[in-house]
């Protein structure tokens, strides 16, 4: 088996080569002057089962992805697993108004077509693996959350959105901490507004976990209530953190600590999700 990693992966690719006991590939990714993107893989791939690793969280990481798997078509592999931990477009699943493109449905199509399997971590909305042809597996984040969560001493689990409060549910247990929800209602794409509810937050080291942290409206205004009803501390984790541009900056106002899994490589990133990616591709094999 080989590991290769694209350029929005590096680090979680060579975690994941380390988990999975396998060499990590060298990979060459450059821009020509016109942004034209060049990879080339300088490795013997005959008759290897082939792990591929891209977060898709630009237009140009998908373009990278698709010469990735074209160039590793270009050997005679045994298999090819394309892993793209954070996958863009998710949150486009369905025509939300005539005319529309269904951007996750597009995308996948363009993907699936040059890999074997592909496997996903917390995507958005379950709705796109129906979108898949071939094998798709979306791998939880969670329980890794999870053991970061209880490491920093976490005494309730908050969901922002009634929608998310399965994935807080499986961290709550794992931690062995309360659960509880807020009620969010999206204005637009980057206003948020959280219906005032009363929590049993008081004194207490809550922490907000949600899939995805773009603007950081969500949290802010979580983390505002909670702090407002005597919340001690604010931990803020995502598995897949975006942030757009000051978000961060303004999540650092209301939150203690902010937390994001690699599928997005970044300054928060302190948890891997490489061991439960080793243990899906160990399982597919
Ligand atoms: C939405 O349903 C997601 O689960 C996240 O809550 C959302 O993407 C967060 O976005 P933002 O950080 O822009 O509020």
Redesign the pocket.
């Known amino acids: 088996m080989k590991v290769l990693g694209g350029s929005a992966s590096p680090l979680l690719s060579q975690r994941l080569a380390k988990e999975l006991g396998a060499p990590l590939g060298k990979v060459e990714t450059k821009h020509f002057p016109d942004g034209e993107c060049y990879v080339r893989i300088h490795d013997d791939l005959e008759r290897e089962d082939v792990v591929l690793v891209q977060s898709t969280r630009t237009d140009a990481d998908i373009i990278e992805l698709l010469l990735l798997q074209d160039a590793v078509h270009e050997s005679r592999i045994r298999s090819l697993i394309t892993a793209v931990p954070y996958f863009g477009y998710a ?1 486009q699943d369905k025509l939300f108004n005539k005319g529309e493109s269904i951007s996750s449905r597009a995308v996948i199509r363009a993907l699936q077509a040059h890999t074997d399997a592909l496997l996903m971590v917390d995507v ?1 909305n379950l709705l796109v693996l129906t979108y898949f042809d071939i094998p798709v597996e979306n791998i939880s984040g969670m329980l890794q959350i999870a053991n970061h969560l209880k490491e920093a001493g976490a005494e309730m689990v908050l969901s ?2 009634e ?2 409060i399965s994935r807080a549910r499986i961290v709550a247990q794992n931690v062995g901490a309360s659960v509880d929800y807020l009620e969010k209602t999206r204005i637009d794409g ?1 206003t ?1 507004k959280i219906a005032t509810k009363v929590l049993d937050v008081s004194r207490k080291r809550v922490a907000i976990v ?10 802010f205004e979580a983390a505002k209530q909670l702090k407002a009803q005597g919340a001690r501390e604010i931990i803020a984790a995502c598995t897949h953190g975006l942030y ?1 541009a000051g ?1 961060l900056q303004k999540l650092e106002q209301v939150c203690d600590h902010i937390v994001s899994t690699d599928t997005i490589e970044c300054e928060t990133s302190a948890i891997s999700i490489a061991p439960e990616l080793a243990k899906a591709i160990q399982n597919y094999k």
């Not at 949600?210 to 949290?219: F, N």
């Open positions: 949150r958005h922002p959105d929608g998310s980057s948020v949600d899939d995805i942290i773009a603007t950081g409206g969500t949290i757009a978000a």
